[in-house]
């Protein structure tokens, strides 16, 4: 692996410069940020972005947006102007980055109801999240597992937040080939899904000889489990952090190139600060080199391939705000 030469201070850089571009996307009217009309792109990712630079008012406003208008009386994020169709299939996810936020900024009302009602979305057999909200049996993806995970870290639901990494161990050990590809999708009363035809295996699968693959489901896992380790002292979930990430060292450069590396840098960061594996900083430090790379004039990211409408803009630009801010505090541990 090529030898980095950035610096911590760069990474944090880089974070403020995104944050500045959040505050500009901030309506001085009701607090949102870009156009909610779309449905939840353009701010559920923005608490905790905000939180993250140090912009405790401007993330109160957001909190406050979703309070009065999207936090349903059952802790559900589903009010108006609606979801959007974006996350149909991946119901948790959004919720839990919005209880991370609020929790992250105080805000413990929209936290902790919110917690309330996604917890209720953990399979009791599996330790995975329903994908989707009336099928309690829909596919279980990792990523949508970990946020969720994580969001149970935050407001102290150990209990469940051990399901997720019970859920993720048996997603690792169902795996038929893990030094080349990572199979991240599971269905209950099936199990890992590894015979997906053709045209829909990107959506099951990271395969790390693979273009453009979904790094971030092998970042996610590295990240929920060592800050469940962080929590717990249970030493068990470092190593089983460890062999997660270990498929982005197989993966092409082109990942690099990629708005999904983002996700793996967070995990290798954590994981850093939790070992002191100096292969992992190098990692870490990469996917840093790449952030800052991507990285627009104005401070925003774009996805990949660089097109992107102004709620990806603003999805994705909170994202990294939020990812470089852990990453510089797990890069700053060990």
């Not at 048996?170 to 890992?192: F, I, K, M, N, S």
Request: glycine share 12%; net charge negative; hydrophobic share 40%.
């Amino acid at each position: 692996m090529p030898t980095t030469t950035i610096s911590i201070e760069q990474l944090a850089e880089a974070k403020q410069r995104g944050a500045a571009y959040l505050l500009g996307r901030q309506s001085d009217e009701d607090g949102a940020v870009g156009d909610p009309s779309g449905g939840l792109g353009s701010y559920y990712k923005a608490p905790w972005a905000l939180a993250a630079a140090g912009q405790s008012l401007a993330g109160a406003k957001v909190v406050n947006w979703i309070r009065e208008h999207m936090l349903a009386s059952n802790g559900d994020i589903d009010g108006e102007p609606g979801r959007g169709p974006n996350f149909a299939r991946a119901y948790a996810y959004p919720n839990a980055w919005i209880i991370c936020g609020a929790q992250k900024l105080g805000q413990f009302d929209v936290a902790h109801k919110g917690a309330e009602f996604l917890m209720k979305l953990q399979h009791k057999e599996t330790g995975g999240f329903q994908t989707q909200l009336e099928k309690p049996d829909s596919p279980q993806d990792v990523m949508s597992a970990c946020q969720a995970g994580n969001a149970a870290l935050y407001t102290g639901h150990l209990d469940v937040a051990r399901g997720v990494a019970r859920f993720l161990a048996t997603v690792w050990e169902d795996q038929p080939d893990p030094e080349h590809a990572l199979y991240y999708v599971y269905r209950p009363g099936r199990g890992l899904i590894t015979d997906a035809p053709e045209e829909r295996e990107r959506n099951c699968v990271v395969r790390a000889d693979g273009e453009k693959q979904r790094y971030f489901q092998i970042g996610i896992a590295a990240a929920f489990l060592t800050k469940l380790s962080l929590a717990t002292g249970e030493p068990q979930h470092l190593e089983l952090a460890g062999k997660y990430l270990e498929l982005a060292f197989a993966c092409t450069d082109g990942m690099y190139e990629t708005a999904q590396v983002g996700k793996v840098g967070w995990g290798a960061a954590l994981l850093f600060g939790a070992t002191g594996d100096e292969r992992v900083r190098e990692l870490a430090l990469r996917v840093g080199d790449a952030l800052l790379k991507q990285q627009n004039d104005d401070g925003s990211w774009f996805n990949t391939g660089g097109y992107s409408i102004d709620a990806v803009t603003d999805e994705v630009t909170a994202e990294f705000v939020s990812l470089l801010d852990e990453m510089v505090q797990g890069l700053s541990s060990a």
